[in-house]
T-cell receptor, first 113, second 110 residues
Framework: DAGVIQSPRHEVTEMGQEVTLRCKPISGHNSLFWYRQTMMRGLELLIYFNNNVPIDDSGMPEDRFSAKMPNASFSTLKIQPSEPRDSAVYFC???????????FGEGSWLTVV | QKEVEQDPGPLSVPEGAIVSLNCTYSNSAFQYFMWYRQYSRKGPELLMYTYSSGNKEDGRFTAQVDKSSKYISLFIRDSQPSDSATYLCAMRPTGNQFYFGTGTSLTVIP
């Protein structure tokens, strides 16, 4: 079975540009999480959805970040405008019914110069 | 104070050694405790999951939870070079939020 699929795997962009990260959760999973990982802060939860509905977005750092889940098999995380401090690895993860077993994608490595 | 504290290492051991990885936490509401393994440039993958206090064994891996001390451990017996990775602890209360440690980098030298 395919795991969580993220794209792009790597993105280098200039400050001020819009960045869109994409995620396809595991088929049948109804909970989706967006995390950001940095050396300094580790894994931070940005937002999570259950049944396509955003449940908690308190981890979204500021209004430049937005996330959508238009259907059960697709989610986006958008940063507009991007800043160098947004450089990090962004992980999407999914689970069944907000269970304890969450499965991570391979991450999107973002560099903002 | 962070919810979950984890020594970042790095930890370097010879092949065959017993490895001990640890996390401490401050929130007594945590009920579920997990260990994830993350290989370089990959996503974390669930290794072990325990509920409340006690031990759980899976092959060469043993997870231990001491809620009275707010301390969890992961032991790896007969460590192998393929165990070289970053290990993250994660915890959860009865709610939906997961709290992750920052990870301990482990290298097992052949």
């Amino acid at each position: 079975d395919a795991g969580v699929i993220q794209s792009p795997r790597h993105e280098v962009t200039e400050m001020g540009q819009e960045v869109t990260l994409r995620c396809k959760p595991i088929s049948g999973h109804n909970s989706l999480f967006w995390y950001r990982q940095t050396m300094m802060r580790g894994l931070e939860l940005l937002i999570y959805f259950n049944n396509n509905v955003p449940i908690d977005d308190s981890g979204m750092p500021e209004d430049r970040f937005s996330a959508k889940m238009p259907n059960a098999s697709f989610s986006t995380l958008k940063i507009q405008p991007s800043e160098p401090r947004d450089s990090a690895v962004y992980f999407c993860a999914s689970s069944l019914n907000l269970g304890n077993t969450i499965y991570f994608g391979e991450g999107s490595w973002l560099t903002v110069v | 104070q962070k919810e979950v504290e984890q020594d970042p290492g790095p930890l370097s051991v010879p092949e065959g050694a017993i490895v001990s990885l640890n996390c401490t936490y401050s929130n007594s509401a945590f009920q579920y405790f997990m260990w994830y393994r993350q290989y370089s440039r990959k996503g974390p993958e669930l290794l072990m999951y325990t509920y409340s206090s006690g031990n759980k064994e899976d092959g060469r891996f043993t997870a231990q939870v001491d809620k009275s001390s707010k301390y969890i451990s992961l032991f790896i017996r007969d460590s192998q070079p393929s165990d070289s990775a970053t290990y993250l602890c994660a915890m959860r209360p009865t709610g939906n939020q997961f709290y992750f440690g920052t990870g301990t980098s482990l290298t097992v030298i052949p």
